[in-house]
């Protein structure tokens, strides 16, 4: 059973340019959460996905950034227009449902580097 | 709202000897706390958890923490470390209806021979 899958592990982006992470949960698992961890900080929640549903995204910035969970295929984060700020390691984490005592398993991360 | 502190940023110490890795936690409500551990250009392992029930919690590679109600406590304690346990730990609680979770900054721990 293979874990969480993030893809690329690491990308390279000029100011201005999009960024697109992808995240594959594990097998069973409907239930997605992303987390930026920022250079000597500890990872910060951004968004909760389930299946076609934003369930939270309160820890998403405004502007520029975006999420989605198909029916099909994995989830992504979008980062439109980057800028230097935005380079960190992105994480996403899946479990098989809602609630607190569902573990929720980690992916290997996506470091991203704006030039 | 709730928060976690992780007081101590960097944990340098020798193989062999005992560590405590602290971590404080702010809640108003039911607690559920977690301890991480990242290598590095890796992502988060779950090292060990406190739901309910024995406040005291082990990993299987001998790591231990004691849930402490009365001093909002969670901290991670190792007898005698490896040069292996060398990481980054952050300590989480669970926050909100939908159980995203909340960490702390995390600890560096560096394990000398």
């Known amino acids: 059973n293979a874990g969480v899958m993030q893809n690329p592990r690491h990308l390279v982006r000029r100011r201005g340019q999009e960024a697109r992470l992808r995240c594959s949960p594990m097998k069973g698992h409907s239930h997605v959460y992303w987390y930026r961890q920022l250079p000597e900080e500890g990872l910060k929640f951004m968004v909760y996905l389930q299946k076609e549903n934003i369930i939270d995204e309160s820890g998403m910035p405004k502007e520029r950034f975006s999420a989605e969970f198909p029916k099909e295929g994995p989830s992504i984060l979008r980062i439109q227009q980057v800028v230097r700020g935005d380079s960190a390691a992105y994480f996403c984490?899946?479990?098989?449902?809602?609630?607190?005592?569902?573990?929720?398993?980690f992916g290997p991360g996506t470091r991203l580097t704006v030039t | 709202a709730q928060s976690v502190t992780q007081l101590d940023s960097q944990v340098p110490v020798f193989e062999e000897a005992p560590v405590e890795l602290r971590c404080n936690y702010s809640?108003?409500?039911?607690?559920?706390l977690f301890w991480y551990v990242q290598y590095p250009n890796q992502g988060l392992q779950l090292l060990l958890k406190y739901l309910s029930g024995s406040t005291l919690v082990e990993s299987i590679n001998g790591f231990e923490a004691e849930f402490n109600k009365s001093q909002t406590s969670f901290h991670l304690r190792k007898p005698s470390v490896h040069i292996s346990d060398t990481a980054e730990y952050f300590c989480?609680?669970?926050?909100?209806?939908?159980?995203?979770?909340?960490f702390g900054k995390g600890t560096k721990l560096s394990v000398k021979p």
């Open positions: 989480a609680v669970r926050g909100g209806s939908q159980g995203n979770l909340i």
């Open positions: 809640s108003s409500v039911s607690v559920y």
């Open positions: 984490a899946s479990s098989v449902a809602e609630g607190n005592s569902y573990e929720q398993y």
